[in-house]
């Protein structure tokens, strides 16, 4: 594959920018000019968000590390 353009739909006229947003995966959007095809685009699935972490493991994991230093510190005092 070779080199991509991007487009900003934010700087594109509000009623091409609504067209492209829409487009869904596997359809194509030919590009005319002259009514000359100059090219097409074809819609893509949306990259999926990475799932979130799992913070409630994390955050046990660090609530027991630090009671674990605050009953060392505890016990090396008396």
């Given at each position: 594959?070779?080199?991509?353009?991007?487009?900003?739909?934010?700087?594109?006229?509000?009623?091409?920018?609504?067209?492209?947003?829409?487009?869904e995966?596997?359809?194509?959007?030919?590009?005319?000019?002259?009514?000359?095809?100059?090219?097409?685009?074809?819609?893509?699935?949306?990259?999926?968000?990475?799932?979130?972490?799992?913070?409630?493991v994390?955050?046990?994991?660090?609530?027991?590390?630090?009671?674990?230093?605050?009953?060392?510190?505890?016990?090396?005092?008396?």
């Amino acid at each position: 594959m070779g080199p991509m353009k991007r487009i900003d739909l934010d700087d594109l006229p509000p009623k091409i920018a609504a067209l492209l947003a829409e487009v869904e995966a596997g359809e194509e959007v030919i590009l005319v000019k002259n009514g000359v095809v100059m090219g097409r685009l074809t819609g893509a699935e949306a990259p999926k968000a990475p799932p979130e972490p799992d913070t409630d493991v994390d955050l046990e994991a660090r609530a027991k590390e630090i009671f674990e230093q605050f009953r060392s510190s505890i016990e090396d005092e008396f």
